[in-house]
């Protein structure tokens, strides 16, 4: 399943890469894309939010929301 999760903190490159590495290190996601200027992560994954939330949390960025696609 798709899904967009909207995160506040980014500000640069390094924000990016550091959200991409903390969804990659989670079994059965699929980073699709995460996008500084949409502040926004698209990833292909089945797991529960709450992981998704805990990943980005401890990578110090919030997540504002998360949208089936």
Same mark, same amino acid.
């Given at each position: 399943?798709?899904?967009?999760?909207?995160?506040?903190?980014?500000?640069?490159?390094?924000?990016?890469?550091?959200?991409?590495?903390?969804?990659?290190?989670?079994?059965?996601?699929?980073?699709?894309?995460?996008?500084?200027?949409?502040?926004?992560?698209?990833? $292909?994954?089945?797991?529960? *939010?709450?992981?998704? %939330?805990? +990943?980005? $949390?401890?990578?110090?960025? *919030?997540?504002?929301? %998360?949208? +089936?696609?």
């Amino acid at each position: 399943m798709k899904k967009k999760i909207n995160i506040e903190g980014m500000s640069c490159g390094h924000c990016v890469a550091h959200v991409k590495e903390a969804l990659e290190e989670l079994s059965n996601v699929k980073v699709l894309e995460v996008n500084l200027n949409e502040k926004a992560a698209l990833v $292909d994954t089945d797991i529960d *939010d709450t992981i998704l %939330i805990s +990943a980005i $949390d401890e990578a110090g960025y *919030d997540v504002m929301s %998360i949208e +089936a696609l």
